[in-house]
């Protein structure tokens, strides 16, 4: 079965520092994509990040970074200096490359509070 | 350019009722998908679409009915309401297969069913 793990289902972090949120997946599949997503209060899913399963370099943008292990099967994101407006769940999600759909498989997310 | 959009955004059903979410984007992408969320979960796949006039079942599709007349509309249908159905219901789209591409995510609408 393909799942995705997140481990911590709520963390807290102050203004300006830097937090890492955990993510392992289990597939039997090589070529697959990894994401995180965020969903603040207004409930809207947002792209944060995304990593493609053949290449070696972590994915960046801006403030946010992964930590991609194939072999161990995990992807953390860290989000360094965290700002208010980072508040929300975030949820990481796999889909394999190659399937007959595009279905991601989302795991059940960690509520982050960035306290001021 | 909206993105995706979502009607409506919230909805009281009683059980057996039917009703439609429709869901619309304005980036000509190819792909749409309806997802539903529960409580201390992620997202599960209902329905999705890989063009104008098809519909294909994702992961959790009973009970439930889509249609993608244009190209830009993907409608999801209940009907006949349960309380299991009781969920928030995402949309999302993408510009090719989700799993070369990301998807864009509507609003949500959240649906309670009694």
């Known amino acids: 079965a393909q799942t995705v793990t997140q481990s911590q289902p709520e963390m807290s972090v102050q203004e300006a520092e830097t937090v890492t949120l955990s993510c392992t997946y289990d597939?039997?599949?090589?070529?697959?994509?990894l994401f995180w997503y965020k969903q603040p209060p207004s409930r809207q899913m947002i792209l944060v990040i995304r990593q493609e399963a053949y290449k070696q370099q972590n994915a960046t943008e801006n403030r946010f970074s992964v930590n991609f292990q194939k072999a161990a099967k995990s992807f953390s994101l860290k989000i360094s200096d965290s700002q208010l407006g980072d508040t929300a769940m975030y949820f990481c999600?796999?889909?394999?490359?190659?399937?007959?759909?595009?279905?991601?498989?989302f795991g059940k997310g960690t509520k982050l509070s960035v306290k001021p | 350019n909206a993105g995706v959009t979502q009607t409506p955004k919230f909805r009281v059903l009683k059980t057996g009722q039917s009703m439609t979410l429709l869901c619309a984007q304005d980036?000509?992408?190819?792909?749409m998908y309806w997802y539903r969320q529960d409580p201390g979960m992620g997202l599960r796949l209902i329905h999705y679409?890989?063009?104008?006039?098809?519909?294909a079942k994702g992961e959790v599709p009973d009970g439930y009915n889509v249609s993608r007349l244009k190209k830009q509309n993907f409608l999801l249908g209940l009907e006949s309401a349960a309380p299991s159905q009781t969920s928030v219901y995402f949309c999302a789209s993408s510009r090719v297969a989700g799993w070369t591409d990301t998807q864009y995510f509507g609003p949500g609408t959240r649906l309670t069913v009694l």
């Open positions: 999600a796999f889909v394999n490359y190659g399937g007959s759909q595009g279905n991601l498989i």
């Open positions: 597939t039997s599949e090589n070529n697959y994509y």
């Open positions: 980036m000509n992408h190819e792909y």
């Open positions: 679409s890989v063009g104008e006039g098809t519909t």
